[in-house]
T-cell receptor, first 114, second 114 residues
Framework: NAGVMQNPRHLVRRRGQEARLRCSPMKGHSHVYWYRQLPEEGLKFMVYLQKENIIDESGMPKERFSAEFPKEGPSILRIQQVVRGDSAAYFC????????????FGPGTRLTVT | GESVGLHLPTLSVQEGDNSIINCAYSNSASDYFIWYKQESGKGPQFIIDIRSNMDKRQGQRVTVLLNKTVKHLSLQIAATQPGDSAVYFCAENIRIQGAQKLVFGQGTRLTINP
C-alpha cells in the first residue's frame, strides 16, 4: 500500500510564475490536508479538502493560492504569481475520514522562488 | 489565541541516555495530542498520540505525558539511539466550527551524541 505521494519533490520557480503542487492520497483516503513549513518552523495548516469540496481553507492566503481535490486525480495546490516569501516546504496529508488521528504525511514539495 | 509552543528549540543527549522533549499548549478545548518526528528532507512521521482524557501513554521506547492543569505535554524517549536524531513536533487537534485541524508547535531538534 503506497503512502502519500507528492510531486514534484523540488520545484524552482521565478517570481511571477505559477507553481502547481500535486498530492496523491493513500489508497482509500478521501480527505486531504495541505500544510506549509518554513525553515526551522513547525507546519502551518492551510486547507482541508474532501473529494470535490473545500471543507476548511482558513489557513490559505486570500490571494494567489487555491486548492482542489477533484473526483478523479490528485489534489492540487496552486500558487499564482509566486513571490520569494512563498519559498517553503509544502506537505500534504491524507486520512480515511475526518480525523487528526489518522493523518499520514507525504514527503513534501520544496518550492524555491528565485 | 491558539498556539502550541516548545520550551527548548534544541536538545543534545548522549547515546543511550533518556531524553525529554517538552511542549506547552494554550487551547483548553484540544481533545487529542500527537508527537511527530521529522527527519531532514522528509515529512512528519507519527510517533505517539494521547487523548485529552488520559495523562500517560506508553509506546516502544517512548512515553507521552499530558498535564492538562498546566497545559503541558512531554515526550520521553528511553535509551536514545543515533536514529532518534530529528526534529520533534507536538501537535494538538482543535475543532473550530465543526472542522478539525492540527496545530503544530515550533519543534525541538534532538541530537544524539555518540
Amino acid at each position: 500500500n503506497a503512502g502519500v505521494m507528492q510531486n514534484p519533490r523540488h520545484l524552482v520557480r521565478r517570481r511571477g510564475q505559477e507553481a502547481r503542487l500535486r498530492c496523491s492520497p493513500m489508497k482509500g483516503h478521501s480527505h486531504v490536508y495541505w500544510y506549509r513549513q518554513l525553515p526551522e518552523e513547525g507546519l502551518k495548516f492551510m486547507v482541508y479538502l474532501q473529494k470535490e469540496n473545500i471543507i476548511d481553507e482558513s489557513g490559505m492566503p486570500k490571494e494567489r493560492f487555491s486548492a482542489e481535490f477533484p473526483k478523479e486525480g490528485p489534489s492540487i495546490l496552486r500558487i499564482q504569481q509566486v513571490v520569494r516569501g512563498d519559498s517553503a516546504a509544502y506537505f500534504c496529508a491524507s486520512s480515511r475520514r475526518e480525523s487528526a488521528y489518522e493523518q499520514y504525511f507525504g514527503p513534501g514539495t520544496r518550492l524555491t522562488v528565485t | 489565541g491558539e498556539s502550541v509552543g516548545l520550551h527548548l528549540p534544541t536538545l543534545s543527549v548522549q547515546e543511550g541516555d533518556n531524553s525529554i522533549i517538552n511542549c506547552a499548549y494554550s487551547n483548553s478545548a484540544s481533545d487529542y495530542f500527537i508527537w511527530y518526528k521529522q527527519e531532514s528532507g522528509k515529512g512528519p512521521q507519527f510517533i505517539i498520540d494521547i487523548r485529552s482524557n488520559m495523562d500517560k501513554r506508553q509506546g516502544q521506547r517512548v512515553t507521552v505525558l499530558l498535564n492538562k492543569t498546566v497545559k503541558h505535554l512531554s515526550l520521553q524517549i528511553a535509551a536514545t539511539q543515533p536514529g532518534d536524531s530529528a526534529v520533534y513536533f507536538c501537535a494538538e487537534n482543535i475543532r473550530i466550527q465543526g472542522a478539525q485541524k492540527l496545530v503544530f508547535g515550533q519543534g525541538t531538534r534532538l541530537t544524539i551524541n555518540p
